[in-house]
């Protein structure tokens, strides 16, 4: 695709329910990151993948959360029973390969999440 | 632990005034340093710095990065309401490519 493209833009859900959250990177991108961003801070880092492989997953907060990524293209980001400190806007980025290009990445949109 | 430290958090200016937005880090594997503006949700490109001392401009903007001292400034001249935003600078590790985020500087051009 033209950008990189996430879904569902907004998404409210119950503690304690299960999320998916969906990025699709720009076509030929092999490098993909997930932050996340909380009101009012900055972006926190979360997970990278290089291919379908995730050479740095240290930023995922805790073992409710995880990552895949299949066919070196759309990624899913799953966060299990939620909780109310995993609202934020998570955010999407890819590259052709790591670090390449004169402008580090480019970001989707971001699905923000509301947990109530 | 990596750290970038952007100042000042907030800043109101008036259409025309021209502002310095500060960035400094402390990082273990340094690659590059890059600029964002975010307006809504999705940050989008301004610049990379990679080498130190040389400027780089795009219209009224311009940043620079001090390898030695370890900042960077991002200039705005003759500001416009167009520019209020918040502006984000992040450092490439050289390791993962991933990007340490500051907190931003949220700007506001009043007209």
């Known amino acids: 695709g033209a950008g990189v493209s996430q879904s569902p833009s907004n998404k409210v859900t119950e503690k304690g329910k299960d999320v998916e959250l969906r990025c699709d990177p720009i076509s030929g991108h092999t490098a993909l990151y997930w932050y996340r961003q909380s009101l009012g801070q900055g972006l926190e880092f979360l997970i990278y993948f290089q291919g379908n492989s995730a050479p740095d997953k240290s930023g995922l907060p805790s073992d409710r959360f995880s990552a895949e990524r299949t066919g070196g293209s759309v990624s899913t980001l799953t966060i299990q029973r939620t909780q109310q400190e995993d609202s934020a806007v998570y955010l999407c980025?890819?590259?052709?390969?790591?670090?390449?290009?004169?402008?580090?990445?480019?970001f989707g949109s971001g699905t923000r999440l509301t947990v109530v | 632990e990596d750290k970038v430290v952007q100042s000042p958090l907030s800043l109101v200016v008036h259409e025309g005034d021209t502002v310095t937005l500060n960035c400094s880090y402390e990082?273990?594997?340094?690659?590059?340093l890059l600029w964002y503006k975010q307006e809504k949700k999705a940050p989008t490109f301004l610049f990379m710095l990679?080498?130190?001392?040389i400027e780089k401009k795009s219209g009224r903007l311009s940043s620079i990065l001090d390898k030695k001292e370890l900042f960077s400034i991002l200039n705005i001249t003759a500001t416009q309401t167009g520019d209020s935003a918040v502006y984000l600078c992040a450092v490439m590790m050289d390791s993962s490519y991933k990007l340490i985020f500051g907190s931003g500087t949220r700007l506001l051009v009043r007209p």
């Open positions: 990679t080498s130190s001392g």
């Open positions: 980025a890819s590259s052709l390969a790591p670090g390449q290009g004169d402008h580090g990445y480019t």
């Open positions: 990082v273990t594997n340094f690659r590059s």
